[in-house]
């Protein structure tokens, strides 16, 4: 299996469930990153992990917690969410650094299929 | 604060007519440059990526970029309805770990 794969595509969870988000990239980056896409806003970047080490964390409430247990899978861990919540959920890989033009340039992110999240 | 800006129209084309979709951005630090197309309800895909003033080509796509202007543009030939989506505009920082910006998208709808 190629690229980047999400699991559910589809998740609907009551505010007191605990539930997870998975991901996995079969493209040898080293970089994963989880993406919120709600309507009408651009994509919120909520965590990155760069060779498994946490770099960004974007103020995200601590009812998402990530995991990133080697460089082809992440977690997004979920508790107690809030009907705000509801959105896509994207998860995305790419090199770390960045690779130059001459190095066979930068082709951004790869994205997953998302999980569409709906919080009831 | 490093901002992307787009038109979220949606601007809408005949079919075979030239979409032009553009971009400006606020970090003069911004060295890359990304055009991504999301149809509804799916993830984005890279159509294009951009690193040096001027014109980039591929297939139907041109890639503009003008970095003296901080602006970038995305040029669709000969539009078709299968090209209607939303297209991302993003920009890569040449700092800190170089997370991508992107902008809240332009819709594109091509009527045949």
């Known amino acids: 299996e190629t690229g980047v794969t999400q699991t559910p595509r589809h998740l609907v969870m009551g505010m007191t469930n605990k539930k997870s988000l998975k991901c996995e990239q079969h493209?040898?980056?080293?970089?994963m990153y989880w993406y919120k896409q709600s309507a009408k806003k651009p994509l919120e970047l909520m965590f990155v992990?760069?060779?498994?080490?946490?770099?960004e964390n974007n103020s995200v409430p601590s009812r998402f917690s990530p995991e990133c247990p080697n460089s082809s899978h992440l977690f997004l861990h979920l508790h107690t969410l809030q009907p705000e919540d509801s959105a896509l959920y994207l998860c995305?890989?790419?090199?770390?650094?960045?690779?130059?033009?001459?190095?066979?340039?930068?082709?951004?992110?790869?994205f997953g299929s998302g999980t569409r999240l709906t919080v009831v | 604060q490093k901002e992307v800006e787009q038109n979220s129209g949606p601007l809408s084309v005949p079919e075979g007519a030239i979409a032009s979709l553009n971009c400006t951005y606020s970090?003069?630090?911004?060295?890359?440059f990304f055009w991504y197309r999301q149809y509804s309800g799916k993830s984005p895909e890279l159509i294009m990526s951009?690193?040096?003033?001027g014109d980039k080509e591929d297939g139907r796509f041109t890639a503009q970029l003008n970095k003296a202007s901080q602006y970038v543009s995305l040029l669709i030939r000969d539009s078709q309805p299968s090209d209607s989506a939303t297209y991302l505009c993003?920009?890569?920082?040449?700092?800190?770990?170089?997370?991508?910006?992107f902008g809240k998208g332009t819709m594109l709808l091509v009527s045949p």
């Open positions: 995305a890989s790419s090199h770390f650094p960045p690779r130059s033009a001459t190095a066979g340039g930068d082709y951004g992110y790869t």
């Open positions: 970090d003069r630090g911004s060295q890359s």
């Open positions: 992990y760069s060779l498994e080490e946490r770099v």
């Open positions: 993003a920009g890569r920082p040449n700092s800190g770990y170089s997370t991508l910006t």
């Open positions: 493209l040898g980056h080293n970089a």
């Open positions: 951009i690193y040096s003033n």
